[in-house]
């Protein structure tokens, strides 16, 4: 069975600082994916980041890079240079095929 | 870029009452999603479709039905709910199902507030 393990209920980090959020994933499946999405207080499921099994290289999208320690099977998010917009909810995720499963987040406060 | 569109976005309703939860995809996609969201709980999946067809039924109490009329369009039709059903309850796009790289694309959500 497939699980998503993110240890940190909530975090605080200071505007401009750089802050890792943490996640873990248990599956049997060599081939699977690596999701990260982002929900502000207004409730939309905001996806930021993707990294596949396979990959060579940890994924970047912006702000946004993705630690891939497949051996460790972790896929922390980092997040550069914090903005007062990024105080929200975040979710890691995993597929494998049809099975989609969500951690249970980390809320991230920004402080000015 | 919000390609999945969700109404109302929010909703009080009795429990006698019916009411539908209606979600479009304006992305092409073949595969929709129903997830309910309660306060200090995960993510639960309720229900999958791919090409109009239910795939997936998380053992969902039968006072929510959904009927999925194509491709592009969602619903969620609720009736006699209890108090424990209020929740955020978030609809999901991707291109197909299976595949590692399917990423869901979530709608905004409708609040739903049983009394």
């Known amino acids: 069975a497939q699980k998503i393990t993110q240890t940190q209920p909530g975090m605080f980090v200071q505007e401009k600082e750089a802050v890792t959020l943490d996640c873990t994933y248990d599956?049997?499946?060599?081939?699977?994916?690596l999701f990260w999405y982002k929900q502000p207080s207004s409730g939309e499921m905001i996806f930021l980041i993707y990294q596949g099994s396979y990959d060579q290289q940890n994924a970047t999208e912006g702000r946004y890079s993705l630690n891939f320690q497949k051996a460790r099977k972790s896929a922390n998010l980092v997040i550069s240079a914090s903005q007062l917009g990024d105080s929200a909810m975040y979710f890691c995720?995993?597929?494998?095929?049809?099975?989609?499963?969500f951690g249970p987040g980390t809320r991230l406060s920004v402080l000015p | 870029e919000t390609g999945v569109t969700q109404t109302p976005r929010h909703l009080v309703m009795g429990m006698t009452n019916k009411k539908s939860l209606k979600c479009e995809q304006h992305l092409g996609h073949n595969a929709m999603y129903w997830y309910k969201q309660s306060a200090k709980k995960p993510l639960e999946l309720m229900f999958v479709y791919n090409f109009k067809e239910q795939t997936e039924n998380n053992s969902v109490p039968s006072r929510f039905s959904p009927e999925c009329p194509n491709s592009s369009h969602l619903f969620l039709h609720l009736h006699t709910l209890q108090p424990e059903d209020s929740a955020l309850y978030l609809c999901a796009s991707s291109l197909g199902l299976a595949g590692v790289k399917e990423t869901q694309y979530f709608g905004p959500g409708t609040r739903l507030l049983v009394l």
């Open positions: 995720a995993m597929t494998s095929g049809q099975n989609f499963v």
């Open positions: 599956t049997s499946d060599p081939s699977y994916g």
